[in-house]
């Protein structure tokens, strides 16, 4: 059985640097890493207020593009302050793996495993500097 692995694009599309770019370079090492393998992981890429762009060219056809009309400012408050429960997995299908490249774990539907990058722990050697 072929794996089905989420990303959280929503980054690469709204910032051109930093976490956006860690983003953008890490699918596309995905998609090299893809090329030429039997059965390679579907990757689902998630995108929040995507009606804006298109999805990145030449990924191959393990890779498939789920935007959402919603933008990311309106999810976070459903998710975070409503706690609707919006699984990701209303937009991507179902997933064995979602990963959480911008600091934010988004809601997932139970037995979906998670991972979440952090970029910088800063703030716990220097709390007053987080505004």
């Not at 030429?36 to 995507?50: H, I, M």
């Amino acid at each position: 059985m072929t794996d089905r692995i989420g990303i959280d694009y929503t980054s690469a599309v709204h910032q051109t640097a930093g976490i956006g770019r860690y983003t953008r370079e890490m699918v596309k090492a995905l998609a090299q890493c893809s090329a030429g393998q039997v059965s390679p992981p579907q990757y689902r890429l998630f995108v929040a207020e995507a009606g804006r762009c298109a999805p990145p060219p030449d990924l191959g056809p393990n890779f498939s593009w789920h935007p959402t009309r919603i933008t990311e400012r309106w999810l976070g408050r459903l998710w975070y302050r409503l706690h609707l429960p919006l699984p990701i997995e209303r937009w991507t299908g179902p997933l064995d793996l979602f990963h959480a490249a911008d600091f934010v774990l988004r809601p997932t539907r139970p037995g979906t495993r998670t991972l979440l990058t952090v970029h910088d722990l800063s703030f716990v050697r220097e709390p007053d500097s987080v505004m």
